[in-house]
């Protein structure tokens, strides 16, 4: 659980770094506007055509008597209206990040740069880490798809469906939310999306206590386009911290160790011969 308060720790810590750095503040912010004018025209379409969908996909129910109808369907328009939230929440992220890679890529290498140590660069061309980015996020909305499919069957569960499913919803969002803002930092580092996919789950707790506040956040209009520069700071210093076990002191110990155990005996064996 310790985890949970560590991964919160992260995104706020990624906050504070732009505070510090206005400039980076405002070059991170363009991106996630020109998102949000595009998100905002297509749930406000969805909004006012759901009634209509929700009608046409129910014909079975025109007979249905007042108020049984009306609660019928308002209670699939409301379970449709969530699920498109649900899927804008999660692709938000995506698509911001795909539409201003060049602005979060350069942001990233500039907290590696302030926090000392290496800056990684992928060293690919620009084309190409926009395939790659583009790529990789498809295969996460599918993923998110199937995840959203299952807890919207869920949801017509009684109790738990208006408890559990939702808390479910939110883990499930907050999980690759994070995966998407960690991309940015582990893609420059050649870090292939099965590898990425496994070292969240190997911390999963703060894997969500990064990503979980931030999707409840994004929850608020305008909000996510604010936290969006902060959240990508926060991601790159939590991969710095996710891949300091690789070179920690212990393992360079313990191969120091296995190297002079190796030299000792091949000098045990050649005095013995």
Do not use: N
């Amino acid at each position: 659980m310790r985890d949970l308060g560590v991964g919160f720790g992260y995104l706020v810590k990624g906050q504070r770094w732009v505070g510090r750095h206005g400039r980076w503040f405002g070059f991170g912010l363009l991106p996630g506007l020109v998102t949000l004018v595009l998100y905002a025209a297509a749930l406000a379409g969805l909004a006012y055509g759901a009634d209509d969908l929700t009608a046409w996909a129910t014909p079975f129910a025109d007979d249905w008597s007042s108020p049984w109808q009306g609660a019928f369907r308002g209670f699939l328009t409301a379970l449709l209206f969530a699920f498109g939230l649900f899927l804008a929440v999660v692709t938000f992220t995506a698509v911001t990040l795909l539409v201003g890679q060049p602005f979060y890529e350069s942001l990233s290498e500039e907290v590696d740069r302030t926090e000392g140590g290496d800056v990684p660069r992928s060293g690919l061309p620009l084309w190409r880490e926009l395939w790659i980015s583009a790529r990789d996020s498809l295969r996460i909305l599918v993923r998110v798809v199937l995840y959203g499919i299952a807890l919207f069957a869920l949801g017509f569960i009684p109790v738990v469906g208006q408890t559990v499913v939702p808390v479910l919803g939110f883990c499930v969002s907050g999980f690759f939310l994070a995966e998407e803002l960690t991309a940015v930092a582990l893609q420059r580092r050649r870090v292939e999306l099965k590898e990425r996919l496994a070292m969240l789950r190997g911390r999963r707790m703060l894997t969500l206590g990064f990503g979980v506040p931030l999707t409840l956040a994004f929850l608020v209009p305008f909000v996510a386009v604010f936290l969006m520069p902060g959240a990508v700071a926060g991601a790159t210093l939590m991969v710095r911290d996710l891949e300091a076990p690789r070179d920690s002191p212990a393992d360079a110990g313990t191969d120091a160790g296995t190297d002079a155990d190796d030299k000792a005996g091949r000098t045990g064996r050649t005095a013995h011969a």
